[in-house]
């Protein structure tokens, strides 16, 4: 299982991320990307690291 962790001041509303996760579980509040599915589901991929530019996500194996 994998905690997703969005640092909200970081993130610059570009929606990569949100675009391009295979798991369907990150949205926008506010024009601010956040785990709007259900986290359990993330499979650890990276896709979003990798794609944000701002390094605002980061991914824990628990
Ligand atoms: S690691 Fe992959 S599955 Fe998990 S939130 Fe990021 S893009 Fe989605
Ligand atoms: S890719 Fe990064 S900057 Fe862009 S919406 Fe996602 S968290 Fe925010």
Avoid: H, Q, R, W
């Avoid at 997703?4 to 675009?19: F, L, M, Y």
């Avoid at 295979?22 to 024009?31: Q, R, T, W, Y």
């Avoid at 601010?32 to 824990?60: F, L, R, Y």
């Amino acid at each position: 299982m994998y905690i997703v962790t969005i640092d909200e001041e970081e993130c610059s509303g570009c929606n990569a991320c949100t675009d391009g996760c295979p798991a369907k579980i990150l949205g926008f509040v506010d024009e601010k990307a956040v785990v709007t599915g259900d986290e359990s589901e993330c499979m650890g991929c990276e896709s979003c690291v990798i794609v944000c530019p701002t390094g605002a996500i980061s991914i824990m194996e628990i």
